[in-house]
């Protein structure tokens, strides 16, 4: 019974993750401008990296045959989606902040720049 509702869970993770790639990959060709991608791109790394690496955790818990080795397979699934999660964040901030303040990326179109009038330079 355990085994069931391990694998449902997991295999919903991995449709999940599924879906999450399919919609980073049309908003990597649809979104106007580089910040607006970079957030697509972010949300196909977590959504559609750690979420899948989750399901794959619990689906070797599961699985019975693996033996003890499903221990150690669902424990490097989950350290590897909780690091994916941290790093994958801390390298848009980053890349966004190096396009933002190098002036590298068009900020066309855009609504509104918080960082321009945190810096004085709303004129842009």
């Known amino acids: 019974m355990i085994d069931?509702?391990?694998a449902s869970a997991g295999l919903t993770l991995i449709a999940i993750g599924v879906f999450c790639d399919f919609?980073?990959?049309?908003?990597?060709?649809?979104l106007p401008n580089f910040?607006?991608?970079?957030h697509a791109a972010t949300v196909g790394a977590i959504g559609g990296a750690v979420v899948p690496m989750l399901g794959a955790a619990l689906l070797a818990i599961g699985y019975e045959p693996l033996g003890e080795t499903r221990f150690i397979l669902a424990g490097?699934?989950?350290?590897?989606?909780?690091?994916?999660?941290?790093?994958?964040q801390a390298g848009s901030h980053a890349l966004?902040?190096?396009a933002y303040?190098?002036?590298?990326a068009p900020l066309q179109?855009?609504?509104y720049d918080a960082l321009a009038e945190k810096r004085?330079?709303?004129?842009e």
């Not at 910040?35 to 970079?38: A, Q, S, V």
């Not at 303040?101 to 590298?104: D, G, N, S, T, W």
């Open 23 to 30: 919609v980073a990959a049309i908003g990597l060709i649809r």
């Open 101 to 104: 303040r190098a002036r590298a």
């Open 120 to 123: 004085g330079d709303s004129s």
């Open 76 to 88: 490097v699934a989950f350290t590897t989606s909780i690091v994916t999660m941290i790093l994958s």
């Open 35 to 38: 910040f607006t991608r970079l």
């Open 4 to 6: 069931m509702v391990l």
């Open 96 to 98: 966004a902040r190096a």
């Open 109 to 111: 179109p855009i609504t």
